[in-house]
């Protein structure tokens, strides 16, 4: 490989690498807001409950203790409920999915740009197009997608990654998937 070949390789694998980082940020991100949602939401079927509960006893019951209990459980309910008007956890969510999901098709755009310069079957032009049409739909997406600021993300993606390693298979794990003529290690 050339030298020029070179530096475009290596600039083409630092964005592929920035790629596959945002990609299971955003995919963090989206596990996060869902849990979180799922929370709320249970949350709030629980203090209905306690509070409709709570009413009845104190209507039914003459327990005018249980009604004020009742009346700020409403409260808090009240709270939850505006809160959950102002932040669609689960749209977030789903905008998180949906850019991880456009993120998945460009980091694989991205793998098999690298696999066609290691094979030699791509001029540097044509690899420069590649990777300005990549950056172009990149730039598109993220102007489009939700911030991924959201709780521990990042730390969930760095184990994701580095510990996890759930971007990476052994030779073992993928010959598993293939039939045995296209396994590395024919069994």
Request: charged share 25%; proline share 1%.
């Amino acid at each position: 490989m050339s030298q020029v070949n070179q530096v475009l390789l290596d600039q083409i694998r630092e964005c592929y690498g920035r790629v596959v980082w945002t990609h299971k940020t955003h995919e963090k991100c989206k596990d996060i807001l869902y849990d979180k949602n799922n929370l709320i939401k249970l949350c709030q079927i629980i203090l209905s409950a306690i509070t409709t509960t709570g009413i009845f006893a104190a209507v039914f019951g003459n327990y005018a203790i249980v009604g004020y209990v009742s009346a700020l459980v409403s409260l808090l309910l009240t709270i939850l409920n505006a809160y959950m008007k102002k932040y669609d956890l689960g749209g977030l969510s789903q905008k998180h999915a949906s850019a991880a999901s456009s993120l998945w098709n460009i980091r694989e755009s991205y793998l098999s740009l690298i696999t066609d310069m290691h094979s030699g079957i791509i001029s540097d032009e044509e690899a420069r197009k590649a990777r300005d049409s990549l950056q172009e739909k990149l730039n598109k997406l993220y102007k489009g997608s939700p911030s991924t600021n959201v709780g521990n993300a990042y730390e969930k993606a760095s184990n994701a990654l580095k510990k996890n390693e759930e971007l990476t298979f052994s030779d073992d794990e993928i010959d598993m998937f293939l039939p045995k003529s296209l396994r590395k290690k024919n069994q």
